[in-house]
């Protein structure tokens, strides 16, 4: 069974390796219905619920009934809290209440994972090997999402918040980009997006295993300094 596998860009647009994709996460069953039921719970969660209505007890006036019961020629009224007068009370209206829906850790890890494995699927997904912005410009974001060659909404996923906040705010002004971080990444943000560029740093926290390496491609060896050889003549001495 092959592994899943997916390129790792320099900022300058060369493939600079491959990285290896853990199957759980990125070749797991695509549940349509888990990740809908996952996205609502999150939309719903947002929803401060504060909306809200006065019954026909709580706005002011009223105590006397209007006109009385018969010979008026008019319909008989109780009093002008009733809902069909002007500034009555409201019938069956909206009161605040929490809108939140209960989901497990179990059903949101499922969900982010099928939308991963959406993602790698489509071709939506693309690594970059580092990002570094000496001080914010959002003209050298630009340049770097034109170089990637990513348009449409953009999903980028760092690894943590950086110690300068450069990269953040190079970003940040780009109405179709969003920014994630891998440990609070979710199913809506994933589905959201038409690309998702992840650094190499924050595929490794995603997948945990920080620190594995990439392999290298032959062409990308040949531009780099070779190691310098060991000594094994040395150690063969000492042994």
Not at 45 to 64: N, P, Y
Not at 68 to 79: D, P, V
Not at 182 to 193: F, M, S
Not at 199 to 206: G, K, N, Y
């Amino acid at each position: 069974m092959t592994v899943a596998s997916i390129d790792v860009l320099k900022p300058t647009g060369k493939k600079a390796g491959t990285r290896q994709l853990q199957a759980e996460i990125f070749e797991s069953k695509v549940s349509i219905p888990l990740m809908h039921q996952v996205v609502l719970a999150g939309l719903a969660g947002l929803r401060a619920g504060t909306h809200s209505t006065k019954t026909r007890g709580e706005v002011s006036g009223g105590g006397k009934k209007p006109w009385r019961q018969k010979g008026t020629g008019r319909a008989r009224q109780g009093s002008i809290r009733s809902p069909q007068w002007v500034g009555g009370g409201v019938s069956h209206g909206p009161q605040p209440r929490s809108h939140d829906m209960h989901v497990n850790k179990k059903m949101r890890k499922g969900a982010l994972r099928s939308a991963l494995t959406d993602a790698l699927q489509s071709g939506k997904l693309a690594v970059v090997s580092d990002l570094t912005f000496d001080a914010p410009k959002t003209k050298q974001a630009v340049e770097l999402l034109e170089t990637l060659d990513l348009r449409g909404k953009i999903l980028l996923v760092l690894p943590e918040p950086t110690v300068s906040g450069a990269v953040e705010k190079s970003f940040r002004n780009l109405t179709d980009v969003q920014l994630a971080y891998a440990k609070g990444l979710g199913t809506y943000h994933v589905l959201w997006a038409d690309r998702v560029l992840f650094t190499a740093d924050a595929l490794d926290t995603l997948q945990g295993t920080a620190g594995s390496s990439v392999e290298k491609d032959e062409s990308a060896e040949a531009d780099e300094n070779k190691e310098p050889e060991s000594q094994e003549a040395d150690d063969e001495v000492t042994a």
